[in-house]
C-alpha cells in the first residue's frame, strides 16, 4: 500500500492582490429562451401585459387605443343596427316605429323605407363584422409583437458589424458614388 502526502510551505514573499490590481470581467447576457414566449402569454392573458414586461411601456397607450377603438366602433355600429332592426319589427307588425313622422292631420311621413331600413341593417351588421375582425387582428398582432419584440431585445446591436450608406466623393471626375458599406470591427 504506497501512501501520497503533498504539502506547501507557505512563505513571506507571497503576493497579494489588491482590488487595483484586477480588472473588471463583463459576463455577456445570457439568452432567455423562454422570454419570448412568457412576453406572448403575457400578452394574451392580458393586452399590453407583454408590452409591459418587455418594458416598452409607451407601447401600452398604442394597444388600449387601438383596441378600445375597434371595441367602440363594434358596440355603436351594434346600436344602430338594433334601432334599425326594432324599426323595421315594429313595421311589419303594423305599429309606429321611431323613424315614422306623425303630421298633426294624423297623417304618417316614413324618414326611411323598408328597403332602407334592410339596406341600413345590413351595412351597419357588416360594420360591426369588420369592427370586430379588425379588433381580433389587433389583439393577435400586439400578441406577435410582444413576442418578437422579446427576441430582437436579446441580440446584441454593437458597432461591431455595421452596414450602413455610404458616399464616396471622387476628388477625380467629381462625382459622387453611392452604395453600402459593410464593416466589420475586430477588437
Known amino acids: 500500500m504506497m501512501v501520497f502526502a503533498f504539502a506547501k510551505a507557505q512563505s513571506d514573499n507571497t503576493p497579494t492582490v489588491t482590488s487595483d490590481d484586477t480588472e473588471l470581467i463583463q459576463t455577456p447576457d445570457i439568452y432567455d429562451a423562454l422570454r419570448p414566449a412568457k412576453a406572448a402569454f403575457y400578452a394574451a392573458a392580458l393586452p399590453g401585459l407583454g408590452q409591459a414586461y418587455n418594458k ?45 313622422i306623425v303630421n298633426d292631420d294624423g297623417s304618417t311621413t316614413q324618414i326611411f323605407t323598408d328597403d332602407g331600413l334592410i339596406d341600413a341593417q345590413d351595412q351597419l351588421r357588416r360594420q360591426k363584422e369588420l369592427a370586430i375582425l379588425l379588433t381580433a387582428g389587433m389583439y393577435i398582432l400586439q400578441i406577435i409583437e410582444a413576442n418578437v419584440d422579446a427576441h430582437l431585445s436579446q441580440y446584441n446591436v454593437d458597432d461591431d458589424l455595421t452596414f450602413a450608406p455610404d458616399i464616396h466623393v471622387d476628388d477625380l471626375g467629381r462625382s459622387m458614388h453611392y452604395g453600402f458599406k459593410l464593416t466589420y470591427r475586430l477588437d
Do not use: Q
Open 56 to 100: 416598452d411601456y409607451w407601447k401600452l397607450p398604442i394597444v388600449y387605443g387601438a383596441l378600445g377603438t375597434g371595441i367602440y366602433f363594434a358596440i355603436d355600429n351594434d346600436r344602430e343596427f338594433r334601432r334599425f332592426r326594432t324599426a323595421f319589427k315594429d313595421r311589419l307588425a303594423g305599429r309606429i316605429d321611431e323613424f315614422t
